[in-house]
């Protein structure tokens, strides 16, 4: 293998392996309020910087400071805090029901909450979402309720797919919120037509949609930046860079020379870097996305910065390729802790009141759950009517599917008839 | 009444579908502006706009995913590929996406979008612009597929299409533009001025997906296929004084099946044709689905007339197509044998 | 000899090509220092290096088009497709360019690049971890399609894939990677180690391709099948004490027309099965095949057993799949009619 | 249609319709040698200012100047014009070949001459090329022989591509030149592997390719650009920026926001924008490049811009769709003017040698074209055999494509048969 010796291939490396002391000094980081606010109608090409730089607003004293302050009303804060912890506990108890072999499947957000509580938080009830599926946040924020979420865990009776995805791959038609895909970024490039169809119809709704730093590889990203371009769709493109793609660091998503959000001026688009555990930073980039799309200043890529700090999905043991418990030395800490520490300062919360909320929302979540298995669980109760999965795949069903429909009936009844002949087939 | 080829007869769908319905809206390469490579949508731009009439860039899956996007924003988004050897770059969206979002929703979203798209050879168009995939849109589970082989039906079964709140993928053979074609490149070209098929009706109508069109009755044996082979067939069998019952399938997906296997009940014999491809091809479905309902019915095997399992090679086009030549031998075998 | 499951098999393959030939490089998501999801490359990093055991982006339209540029460039590149659900983005890169570039070039230039790849269902993996879209590369022309159904054919059909010239697209059946399965969900997982075929020797051997095996010699019926029907139509048969010769294509392009048929004219009758859906799949092709080579030995219409024509749905993973209930009600019905 | 009024969705527009016209002013010019030379293993992010000037060497006045000045010899500038003389010779007649019937389809590149045979010329032979179909230049400055590419559009006995590809999509492995596609853009990313490959085996050789700018917008634009950025991979990716794709204004690929170029920093590999109808400052800009690649500096998207003046194809009619005779207003001129002019100014040519070379390469295109018709013609000569259809799908025929053959044989054999079979039915 000479080869070996000679190859000139260059290969991007992790901050760390396992049993490798972790080093996140390639994470450029700017200081708490440095970053300056442009005008909300800036052209793309004049504000390249943002793109490069980091927005903060929480320094490390837990302060509220500069330009990007968006100097919310501590009730507010106090809801964001709050959805925030009921993602986290929500995500705590279904994985513990997967490991306890309740549920098949699970994917956990923990670290990123900031994320889609604080975007969701920032946009209106008509703005449509196109969620991955890292984005319960979103959910939680636009008030879908727990019941609803668990039953399509539990593929129940009450399963808004109707038992036809995995675990959380949500949607909400009343709630705007698109149908998650096990398809990565399919949905980047569906927002920014959702979009310009708003733009078509002149209406003043935004699109807004999520995809992981590992995603924007596929082609819909590009075609996602491209479309919201040429067409200067009213989109917000949300690029989560949590470091990691399943086992893959994010250099091999080309984030090892330049940032990710540095592809929107490329394109022509405003790109924006934020701090992605920056509750207060979150919100006030995305209200002036918002208010750039609603004024027809055109799409913003944002690139939300953050730390995947369980492992990708309940499938996943992260111990076989990175350094343990490595998110403990994440410069940008942890987004609930930031956002308490903020309303503790502003002596609008409490450690007690802390506890309080998360006793409430534990019971919340159990009682949910409780409520949730009455409709069905995987081993007893009520189950979906396998019928089901012969409808939906048109409007009408056609001819075919009903045949096919009826076969699978017949073969369940059927299958006693096969069993006892087996048995006669061993007596002979 | 009017006489129109088919590109005229398509025009007139997508004018009439945009002038009743405002959320109906065309996008594609080229199609704006200059009216579509083919001139399928020309003028269109200059009577309803810029936004209705979209010109858009150089990237099928781009096209293929915005348009989703549209319909689910209540839009009903009619995309241009501007030949369907292109429509790989759109093939996850259309299979992973479009085809699945009413499913995985559980009915609550869909996005009702037709992609048109110009298919099949006899063009001289080498191996990139004579393509006819459709056999492969037919294996994917919730898609509607579509191909017209005259003015009239292309025009009705495009409205019908547009308003359907499936996708569907619409098959346009090119070479049936122009006029009718009977697989015989020395013969002049016949307009659609000359047949009857060609008299359209300027209103709005439908032609239903899933009603195949017994283009000619007959006793001796039973031809199944679509598009340019539909004339094709009927030349061969004409030709060979065989007294064949030609059954232009119109939609792949939902299929007739009724009528094809009455007519196969009727006549015990049968030949599916298409241009495309042999081995997996959509022909291999029709012969399937026959066999399973008519296997006691058949007095000889079926037979497959097809285009060779090669690309479409330039030079050698009228080698490669499957013309009356191919059908005569399929013919011949069909009958003789007993 | 050793004992190994199919993913052992694997690796085992690739280890080996590998270490005989400096131009064999692997590349795919998650394939490099972590060895994989479903850990077949486990270990070849570190042993071959970063250079020849490649992660690459999530970008399988970016992954096939640059391993069709290493080919060119005197490569033998072996790409994963993470699951078979997700090779649509790379679609275009296979039908347009992988499949064609020996052909337009006139065997100038030829990509020698394996696409290995899971398929199949009955994981719990819903509908875009559970597809079976092989039947779909088989109307390609230009492309081979192989999938194994046990760990002694799978490294030795994989061998002969990566020293083939010619592209072929490698489905690998991921219920069967740790054990056979005869579709019953029921009853306790068995593993490859009690099995005859997870004996593989641990050198370098090669398995043709385009050479079915018949896996169990029988009179009454042919079961025409590949991958993980291969057990479950065995399984069923003996349920029902019918005698029935079961083949394992083991490759479907090309295609062993000659073991089919001889196999159908002695039994008369015929199953084709496998787990994709039903219309326009690969069993459309198989049943083509056979009726029109075999149309006077048949006693009876040929069965088609396969998945439904839905997407994958996750809560009914057992009524969709093709189980034993499936290919017995098949089987009655062909081995019934007379 | 109350959509109308509302309606917000931007669309670009080109600089002139039919009857309008043109305005050239939306082209970012710089003034020939005002653009820094930046050193050739300057990192991506620290010369992006590359990607949005435009390099030039010839002023008006037709002198080289700054620099980008190659400082070529006299002679490599003569071979050089001769190169671009003789491209445009071979298209004009080519295309009167196609108006008389004589081949069924072509495509000129008449005013972007300079774009291939500069670049060829600054590449190395063992380089490889992933051209596109208006890249003629690249086989002529390659050296193809003329008669190579007339009988490949011919479509004859001695065409390389044995009758299965379109005229015009040539190869050449002898030349190191990859087959054309008539598939847009999907030589971009194989160049990329094709370079990973010399990488990966530690060779110096690297891959070129050419795709329009409206082709930028295809996914396989982004894959390149991706995995040259994640690899680093010796590789130049030209976008030709001809302003034009059919009748597709440069607007809808993304022009209108940003300049082509500026992709590359976005990805963060070096992008850079250079006159493409200046000899010297594409040789500069190429050589630039190749440097980079070569001593493991990255790669480089270098952006040509200029002008398609001819129709898309002789299938196109552009009267339909912009202004009769813009290219006349092009502010970038015409490369072979603007080169002749240059050695001129040297000293180094005159009009007679012009006129001379002109009536010699219009001699040798004559003869050429009489070689080639002499191995067949669309209408007379000998004809390339049919069973060739049947090979190249895979090494070895496979046993149904030998019977396919035998079939195709057994038809045009049994037309005769069917013929008189026909004429019999028309007795009874
Ligand atoms: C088209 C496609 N390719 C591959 C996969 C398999 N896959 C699922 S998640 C994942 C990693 C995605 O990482 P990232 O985009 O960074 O999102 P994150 O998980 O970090 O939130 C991969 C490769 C897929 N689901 N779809
Ligand atoms: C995938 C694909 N889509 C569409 C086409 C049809 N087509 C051929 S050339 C062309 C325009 C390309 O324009 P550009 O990339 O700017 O190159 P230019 O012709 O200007 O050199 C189009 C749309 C194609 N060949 N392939
Ligand atoms: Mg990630
Ligand atoms: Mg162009």
Redesign the pocket.
Known sequence: MGMNKHSRLHLPSPPARPGEAPDFGYVDLSAAGAVPRPDINARARDIVSLSLDLVRVLDDAGEAVGPWNPHLDPSELQIGLRHMLLTRLFDDRMQRNQRAGKISFYIRSLGEEAVSVAQCMALRPGDMLFPSYRNQGLQIARGIPLVDLMCQLLSNTRDMCKGRQLPVMYHSKPGNIFSISGNLATQFPQAVGWAMAAAIKGEDHLAASWIGEGSSAEADFHHALLFASVYQAPVILNVVNNQWAISTFQGYAGGEQRSFAARGPGYGIAGIRVDGNDFLAIYAVTTWAAERARTGAGPTLIELVTYRAAAHSTSDDPARYRAKNDHEHWPLGDPILRLKQHLIGLGEWSEARHQAMTAELEALVASSWKQATSFGTMSEGPRLDSDLMFEDVFKEMPAHLQRQRDLMRAEKSGLEGARSETTGAEET | MANMNMIQALNSAMDIMLQRDPSVVLMG??IGYFGGVFRATEGLQRKYGEHRVIDTP?A?GGIVATAIGMGVNGLRPVAEI??AD?IY?GFDQIVSELARIRYRSAGEFFAPVTIRTPCGGGIRGGQ?HSQSPEGIFTHVSGIKVVMPSNPHDAKGLLITSIEDDDPVVFFEPKRLYNGPFDGDPNKPAVPWSSHPKGEVDEGYYKVPLGKADIVRAGADVSIITYGTMVYVAAAAAAAMNVDAEIIDLRSLVPLDVDVICSSVRKTGRCIVAHEATRFSGFGAELLSIVQEECFWDLEAPIQRVTGWDTPYPHAFEWEYFPGQARVAMALKTVMESV
Chains 1, 4 share one sequence.
Request: proline share 11%.
């Open positions: 390469e080229d150089i099928e501007q030949f292109y770059p990139t």
